[in-house]
């Protein structure tokens, strides 16, 4: 069963990318992004090819700056060489990240991302990214009913509300509120659960 415990929250929204890693090389990171316009994102039929002196010219740089650059994103891993001169394999964020393990920024997870706990990612999606719930609210709502349950009832309560929207009737129609209101009818459910059974 999913857990909490796997998700930190710290909010880091942003995800790893060559931006990262090549930022402080200006104009290696400009050759890199060029290079994979040119290979159409790494296309293994396509290689990178561009002499010097034009990227000189087309980067307004000088040429020992372009050999730098070239030689950054070679010795980095982000430009494979091949057996024609000059003529370079264009790599991936996502293949270098498998390449070098270890070297990209991990992305924190939120507690309402799917990857933290799909029960609460299913929420978010049926709130339309508009939802930000708290630990102990799952936790409470899963005490009450099955998920099954629960997403059947809050997707009900999202769409009464948006029809209620459409009529110009915005009071008490946020995703938040459609929650809570789920929250209240499992409670009154299982109250009268318990007031039914013989002691």
């Avoid at 929250?9 to 040119?38: D, F, M, T, V």
């Avoid at 000088?62 to 091949?82: E, F, M």
Wanted: with cysteine.
């Amino acid at each position: 069963m999913p857990t909490w415990k796997r998700a930190n929250p710290k909010h880091q929204p942003l995800k790893c990318s060559a931006g990262n890693h090549l930022w402080r090389y200006g104009l290696a990171l400009a050759i890199y992004n060029k290079a994979g316009a040119l290979t159409n994102n790494g296309d293994p039929d396509r290689t990178f090819f561009a002499k010097r002196e034009t990227l000189t010219k087309f980067f307004g740089s000088s040429y020992n700056a372009v050999c730098n650059a070239v030689k950054r994103l070679r010795k980095d891993g982000w430009l494979l060489d091949t057996d024609k001169e000059n003529h370079y394999l264009y790599v991936s964020h996502e293949a270098w990240e498998k390449l070098h393990p270890g070297k990209c920024v991990a992305r924190d997870l939120v507690p309402y991302q799917e990857e933290a706990d799909p029960f609460v990612g299913k929420l978010f999606a049926l709130a339309h990214g508009s939802l930000r719930v708290k630990e102990h609210w799952v936790v409470g709502m899963r005490k009450l009913a099955s998920e099954e349950v629960i997403l059947e009832m809050f997707a009900a309560e999202v769409a009464e509300a948006k029809a209620r929207r459409k009529e110009g009737k915005y009071t008490l129609t946020s995703p938040s509120q459609c929650l809570y209101r789920v929250t209240q009818k499992l409670k009154a459910l299982k109250a009268a659960e318990l007031k039914s059974v013989p002691f």
